[in-house]
């Protein structure tokens, strides 16, 4: 199962954004406290997740509270990262895989990252920006996690007006 973790996020639109990609692609997303705004409905909704209702999603006390719930390998980005989001191999769909992202201001606290060196990784960039945008950075690595698992079984045609919607009109 494929797992989006978002520790101590603090922009309600980027959750939004997440959560979003998390119903579309079937990805459980756990939340980490402390949280940067209120998940309240009403308030959620306002900042973009349309789709909280159909998120799968958790929130969580602390770091160790997620930890001792949620068995799997973990996969942190961090722009300390030295090893490219690639170069990991996610195509065990059998497996419990967790990205792990920071909070927008300071990402992951290093004590967290320091027993898990191995499986910090970066997406590459130039030195123009710090980092990319929070829901940006999930998206990538969700896909590409889906694309070394060929994709699950995620719909390949437009399921509303139909895989001929094109040619019909």
Known sequence: ????????PEIPQNTGNIMRTCAATD???HLIKPLGFSLDEKVVKRC???YINECDYKVYENFEDFQSQN????????????KPHTSFDYSDNTKNI????????????????????DTCLRIPMT?????????????????EVLRQQNYNNLLREEP?????????S
């Not at 068995?71 to 030295?82: A, M, S």
């Not at 967790?98 to 060196?117: A, D, V």
Request: charged share 20%; with cysteine.
């Open 1 to 8: 199962m494929l797992n989006v973790v978002l520790y101590a």
């Open 27 to 29: 990805t459980k997303l």
């Open 48 to 50: 973009g997740a349309n």
């Open 71 to 82: 068995p799997g390998e973990y996969y942190f980005l961090t722009r300390y990262g030295h």
């Open 160 to 168: 509303f007006k139909g895989p001929d919607y094109i040619e019909n």
């Open 127 to 143: 030195d123009k920006v710090r980092a990319l945008n929070l829901s940006n950075c999930v998206a990538v690595m969700v896909y």
């Open 98 to 117: 967790y990205l792990i992202f920071g909070r927008e201001s300071t990402g992951i606290p290093n004590e967290i990252l320091k027993p898990h060196l």
